[in-house]
């Protein structure tokens, strides 16, 4: 079947649809109640179906096979050049042995797990581990600063906690342990217990009896089998960035997720049991879990886990001799790491320097694929680059064109490509009647959502239906803002909320002012998003002082960027903060912060009618202008 035939067929009848994917999985116990309601108005896939993920990513593969081939390539510049193959067969060693070793730890079914790790194979060991034994878990990016953990601990109250003795974040090594011991010292719930990964480059220290060593505690036990889990059951929870400081717990079941990710994985990005894939990102984030760990590994590739940056170790041609090394098939990447690149390497000189002869194509998501960026990537490889858009919600694309069917949709330059299979995409104006196409709105998809996107936040199901779908009745709500054109391509031009995206990182701008106006300087800030040519967007603190402060902007500026690096983490990239004398609002006391963004941008805007005093506007615009902040 087509791209046309089977988004339809998604569409009238997405029970038949999704029913008939599902048999492409091997359940322990096949779903009966292929699609529910809850009671919180979202919908669950696969509820009653017995499955375990692990199992589908490792043992299916050995059992049918597939034990000699590699499952992953894990390739460290950062790491002085470390290099791994490590097949199908190892890696389920591995994932046995140290399951046994949490299991010994008083680790089951439905108990969570933090990790905080870096792009070590461990990661992955440690993720498929907890799915092997049915515990969520919950990977933490490493960049976040204990503060950030904190908030997750206490939310996701894990048994155990995974980390590693660093991280390494550019040639500098990051000590991870201090960083462990520190949110645990915030957490109210701590974890029984904290396990090592001694890395060479510095030790941890430890300290007994809640600190184990990764080696240490696998010795002597036994190797655990997979435990049987329901399809709704959480494989893991994920904390992504919402409009306010609270991270939300985006909870992803495992039925759902193996569906889905396996239509995806073939159809989407037309990979196929031994190709070579390589989503250059971070278990951190949803790409990680969906596209570096469990998408390749259901599907039977072998997938790359690079720990390093794109113009490091030694040169931007980093990414080009990864591909011809490991004879990537296809990959992908946010937009900002290909710019990166482009910046040390305008000519992409570099990359004729390697046989990139086994690309198909290279897949962006993440942020905006800007024109230029397309040009001149698709230019220098000469394979289709593909832009498609999802989100942390969704666990997989929403929009895309569809490689691995026969007759896919075309591409269509700017635009995130068509919806795929499952999502029913609107634009819908603020009171949430469908515009015209080419008309700017709110883009929403008509519930049900398909397989594999959350249903729930963890803990708290009243609080997704609040953030997605009581917005617009009957939608889940993205976020996003965007059109469809006259052939129903989707063109997204950014969120309509308080979430920006530095470097394809999604931050809230309400967590930093949370911290900036913790500053006893400071009476009220407004953190807004300012388009950056690197890395998308930059944050930018507009700051008003508390009568009779007279502190130096230039040293405030000093101690807030300090103080958000501290609590969120050199992520968030917060490097400036300007003092203005008012901050413009509505009559009813609301930064006007979508306004704020558009003067940094320089872009045009209408006088909003619920504008309290007007004269703000040119003041503030002078006062950023002095600054050099325009655009
Ligand atoms: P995250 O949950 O961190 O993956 O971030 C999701 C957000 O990133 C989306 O809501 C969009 O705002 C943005 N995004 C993702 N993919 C794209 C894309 N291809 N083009 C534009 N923005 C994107």
Partial sequence: ?????????????????????????????????????????????????????????LDYHVENGRGDQVALYYDSPAADGIKEAITYNDLLARVSRFAGALKAQGVGKGDRVVIYMPMIPEAAVAMLACARLGAPHSVVFGGFAPNELAIRIDDATPKVIITASCGIEFDKKIAYKPLVDKAIELSTNKPDHTIVVQRPMIKAEMTAPRDLDWNACQEGVEPAGCTPVKGEDPLYVLYTSGTTGQPKGIQRDNGGNAVALNYALKNIYGMQPGDVWWAA????????HSLIVYGPLMGGCSAIFFEGKPIRNPDAGTFWRIIEEYGVNSMFCAPTAYRAVRKEDPTGGLSKKYDLSSLRCVFVAGEK??????????ELLEVPVLDHWWQTETGWPMTAPLMGL????????????????????????????EVEANETGNIVVKLPMPPGVAWTIWKSPERFTSSYLSTFEGYYHTGDGGFKDDDGYVFITGRTDDVIN??????STGEMEEVVSAHPAVAECAVIGVPDSLKGELPLGLILLKAGEDIAEEQLEKELVQMVRDQVGALACFRKAVVVQRLPKTRS????RAILRKIVANEEYKMPSTIDDESILGEITDQLDQRGMIK
């Fill in 281 to 288: 990102s971070d278990v951190g984030w949803v790409v990680g």
């Fill in 1 to 57: 079947m087509g791209y046309n035939e089977d988004y339809k067929a998604s569409i009238e009848n997405p029970e038949a649809f999704w029913a008939e994917q599902a048999d492409n999985i091997a359940w322990y116990k096949k779903p009966e109640n292929i699609l529910e309601k809850t009671e919180h108005g979202s919908y669950k896939w696969y509820a009653d179906g017995e499955l375990n993920t692990c199992y589908l990513a």
């Fill in 369 to 378: 694929l800007d024109s230029s960026t397309y040009t001149w990537l698709s």
């Fill in 502 to 507: 530095v470097s394809g990182h999604r931050l």
């Fill in 589 to 592: 006391g609301k930064i006007l």
């Fill in 406 to 433: 026969p007759d896919p949709s075309d591409v269509r330059l700017g635009s995130t490509n068509k919806p795929v299979p499952g999502y029913d995409i609107r634009v819908v104006d603020g009171e949430g009647n």
